[in-house]
């Protein structure tokens, strides 16, 4: 797993440039330009299992959902950040994208520790060290795990046809 750390104020388009927004609309064609102006090597080296550490307010900005989209179609298992902008936390609950908030965790990562992430128990390693952060609920687990809101809900209406 590679960590990808970026400092506070991580925004949309940051995350992915805004002049893209009417043009991209896939995750294949979302994918390239994820992080360009902020990180060039990003879409070229990310990897599925990679995750991102950030500072504070990452995700602020403008409401689109390209920039999770593609976070999550690249393979990123999660982002550990100081704090979330409330709108990007939202969306990225509703594509299934795995926010978790360890400020303490973010602040003692130096490149090249080692980082491994206990969801279930709500830990996360970093280094020699282990931080805790609020265990998730069962229902945002429920939705990371079926890829998004909209095919929770489809399983939770078949579920209720049978």
Not at 89 to 104: A, F, H, K, T, V
Not at 153 to 161: A, E, F, G, I, W
Request: glycine letters at 8%; charged letters at 20%; a positive charge.
């Amino acid at each position: 797993m590679t960590v990808w750390k970026y400092g506070d104020n991580i925004n949309t388009d940051m995350l992915f440039p805004g002049k893209y927004t009417y043009t991209c609309n896939t995750a294949e064609e979302i994918k390239p330009h994820l992080l360009e102006d902020l990180d060039p090597s990003f879409a070229k080296n990310v990897k599925e299992g990679d995750v991102i550490f950030a500072g504070k307010n990452f995700g602020c900005g403008s409401s689109r959902e390209q920039p999770v989209l593609g976070l999550r179609a690249v393979g990123i298992i999660a982002v550990v950040a100081e704090s979330f902008a409330r709108i990007f936390y939202r969306s990225s609950i509703n594509q299934g994208l795995l926010l978790i908030e360890c400020p303490e965790a973010v602040r003692s990562y130096k490149v090249g520790d080692q980082v491994w992430l206990n969801i279930v128990k709500g830990t996360i390693s970093v280094g020699s060290s282990t931080f805790s952060f609020p265990r998730l609920p069962n229902e945002i687990l429920a939705i990371r795990d079926a890829g998004g809101l909209l095919p929770y809900t489809r399983q939770k209406l078949q579920q209720r046809k049978i």
